[in-house]
């Protein structure tokens, strides 16, 4: 079945701890990117990847960091997590074509992180 | 600034009725638009898009209007369903461009 997968569902941790929120995609698809929701905010994109080793910030990429070794894999990293990073986060992927449209999103059924 | 923007948050149709869905944007240089439709612990779904080429596409009991000079979208649902009870969040991306902007989402509700 295709799927994005996000690890772990629900986390809750404290200021300053260090972790990571794993996702995996099986469709083979070139893009990755990582969103937030928050009340009466919608989706803010925070980092994408168009492919393997090429990452770039999205709209709120403070305080996070990516990595993309593989192409199936994009882990969202808070080196210190804080009060502010709250959220429920998104994990996405799609099919990228040089020059054109990226295909819609497929999302990953969300992490939601409490941080105390 | 929100880019993308839904200015209701919620609103309640009878089954069988038309429900309509507004969004606006403010970027002229938006290419694509997307709605996706959000059920509670799941992620958001891809529903229907359009092309700024077009000012229509349709999709079953789904149709999105997009109207570039008013810079306004919409997705008509015809007839609603007690299933499309969720959240639908619009979404905008210039073209070969690599970010999507979402708006702030819209919870419907179909009442039987």
């Known amino acids: 079945e295709a799927q994005v997968t996000q690890n772990p569902r629900y986390l809750i941790t404290v200021t300053g701890k260090k972790l990571t929120v794993t996702c995996s995609q099986n469709m083979n698809h070139e893009y990755m990117s990582w969103y937030r929701q928050d009340p009466g905010l919608g989706l803010r994109q925070i980092y994408y990847?168009?492919?393997?080793?090429?990452?770039d910030k999205g709209d709120v990429p403070e305080g996070y960091k990516v990595s993309r070794k593989e192409k199936r894999n994009f882990p969202l990293i808070l080196e210190s997590p804080s009060p502010n990073q709250t959220s429920l986060y998104f994990c996405a992927s799609s099919f990228s074509w040089e020059g054109s449209y990226n295909s819609p999103l497929h999302f990953g059924n969300g992490t939601r992180l409490t941080v105390t | 600034d929100q880019q993308v923007k839904q200015n209701s948050p919620s609103l309640s149709v009878q089954e069988g009725r038309i429900s309509i869905l507004n969004c606006d944007y403010t970027n002229s240089m938006f290419d694509y638009f997307l709605w996706y439709k959000k059920y509670p612990a799941e992620g958001p779904t891809f529903l229907i898009s359009?092309?700024?080429?077009?000012d229509k596409n349709e999709d079953g009991r789904f149709t999105v209007f997009l109207n570039k000079s008013a810079k306004h979208l919409s997705l008509h649902i015809v007839p609603s369903q007690p299933g499309d009870s969720a959240v639908y969040f619009c979404?905008?991306?210039?073209?070969?461009?690599?970010?999507?902007?979402f708006g702030s989402g819209t919870k419907l509700n179909v009442k039987p």
């Open positions: 990847s168009m492919n393997v080793e090429v990452t």
């Open positions: 979404a905008a991306s210039e073209y070969n461009f690599n970010k999507f902007y």
């Open positions: 359009i092309s700024s080429i077009k």
